[in-house]
């Protein structure tokens, strides 16, 4: 969203002072304890700041405080109790913390690969119920239970902590996931997955994972998980295509850990409009023990977002990827389409690779912005809907190389490629994002596209 809620101020100050706080009152915060709220904040009681600098420090204040993503809305607002000594509000607006969510997922990578691809086939849907608890106990802690049917059946349950010690600094998470599936992707032709049907079970999965965070400033998070992956799969999918596992294995038994640095400097994680953020994240598959799996990957990223005032806006993403050995296995093979990386224009396609490059930029323009006050519902949380539109083009680029001798895929391997449009974004509460684009790609093929996350 652009503005969300003003910063205000009852008195403004002269300039060339320090200013005292005095006091930090916290007001809306019904279940989230101050101290979440206090940790966010680079004003404290008792410290004095120069007075050209505060308007600075509160609005990064309350944007480090959206981007908790426990709030609906957030205000800081300055009381002046003397000349040079004033007290600080931040009034919230909690938002609804547990979702009984139903499951009605599409199995498939994006909507554009269901529906041109795999036919809209309807078979190829998840359904079931997420149960989310977020902030438990008022710490901002999460707990997840999931019940999966149809296409994956699938059991997960996951807690996360981000806060284990008194100065907020150190958090610990733990994940358990069981998934089988009767339906999956054997082989890759022509960029296009291919899948096999069965009655079946074709194949299970059970992933066991511990993460510990240590968050040493506002905008800096390391993360490590260490995973044990215990995966089968069914004989006759080992001799249709034996290099999925490599050398007609059927199971793939490994401990992986990776390492993950976040530095975050975003308004709004959800749309963010103006900011940086750079991910840097190295993966170890097989430590020595239960080794079915010898693998490792890089990958890096960097997105920019630049406000050019008058309701313009750019942003560019980049991201590297480096990975090996040479031989991987099918199932873990990755590349451009997979997860977020994917040059717009190209959404039909994954294009598998040991290395790829990806750069993207937008151009947009807000065209509306307003908030509703949805009276009729019966919940306060879900009564205030903003919404805004944005108006866009675009320009994506990226390059992929291919495994040696993956001689499935070379159309669009070891080549420059670029997709170029035009779209809108809808953006609303609960970080909902709808976009609608149409791309051209260097092929010349082009497609009205459907996605549902933020570009980038």
């Known amino acids: 969203m652009s503005d969300h809620n003003a910063i205000s101020t009852d008195s403004t100050t002269e300039k060339s002072r320090y200013i005292y706080i005095d006091n930090i009152f916290i007001i809306g915060n019904k279940q989230t304890k101050d101290k979440i709220i206090l940790r966010e904040m680079s004003l404290k009681r008792g410290e004095y700041y120069f007075d050209e600098d505060l308007q600075d ?54 909507f554009n690969d269901w529906w041109q691809n795999q036919n809209h086939d309807f078979s190829r849907v998840n359904y079931g119920l997420r149960l989310y608890r977020n902030n438990m106990r008022g710490r901002n802690e999460t707990l997840r239970l999931e019940m999966q049917f149809g296409f994956t059946r699938q059991f997960g349950l996951s807690y996360d902590i981000p806060y284990i010690d008194r100065a907020q600094r150190h958090g610990i998470s733990v994940d358990y996931l069981y998934a089988e599936n009767k339906n999956i992707a054997i082989r890759t032709v022509e960029h296009k997955r291919v899948f096999y049907d069965s009655e079946n079970l074709l194949k299970l999965r059970r992933i066991y994972n511990l993460g510990y965070r240590f968050r040493n400033s506002f905008y800096t998070r390391h993360t490590i998980n260490v995973t044990f992956n215990d995966n089968e799969i069914n004989d006759t999918i080992a001799n249709i295509n034996p290099e999925y596992y490599l050398n007609s294995q059927t199971s793939q038994r490994y401990f992986s850990v990776s390492y993950d640095l976040n530095i975050d400097k975003r308004d709004v994680n959800s749309y963010p409009l103006h900011g940086h953020r750079t991910v840097f994240m190295a993966e170890k598959h097989g430590l020595g023990f239960y080794n079915d799996l010898d693998l490792f990957n890089i990958n890096i990223n960097h997105a920019r977002f630049l406000d050019l005032t008058r309701n313009f806006y750019l942003s560019n993403y980049t991201s590297l990827y480096f990975s090996g050995p040479d031989r991987q296995p099918y199932a873990n093979l990755q590349g451009l389409g997979y997860r977020k990386d994917f040059i717009r224009g190209y959404e039909l396609y994954v294009i598998e690779g040991q290395k790829f490059y990806l750069n993207r930029t937008t151009l947009k323009k807000r ?66 994002v709808i976009r609608f684009e149409y791309s051209v790609n260097r092929e010349k093929e082009a497609g009205i596209f459907l996605h549902l996350k933020k570009e980038f």
């Not at 480090?64 to 600080?88: C, G, P, Q, S, Y």
């Open 57 to 110: 420090i509160i609005k990064n204040d309350r944007s480090k405080i959206l981007n908790t993503r426990l709030f609906n809305t957030v205000e800081i607002t300055i009381l002046e109790l003397a000349d040079n000594v004033i007290d600080i509000v931040v009034r919230v607006s909690e938002r609804w913390y547990t979702f009984p969510a139903p499951i009605f997922d599409l199995v498939d990578r994006n």
């Open 367 to 432: 065209i509306f912005d307003t908030k509703l006050r949805l009276g009729f519902l019966p919940i306060e949380q879900f009564r205030n809907f903003p919404l805004s539109i944005y108006l866009k083009t675009y320009f994506d680029m990226g390059y992929v190389e291919n495994f040696e001798n993956y001689e499935q895929n070379t159309r669009l391997t070891n080549r420059y490629l670029f997709g170029t449009g035009a779209g809108i974004d809808f953006v609303t509460y609960y970080d909902t």
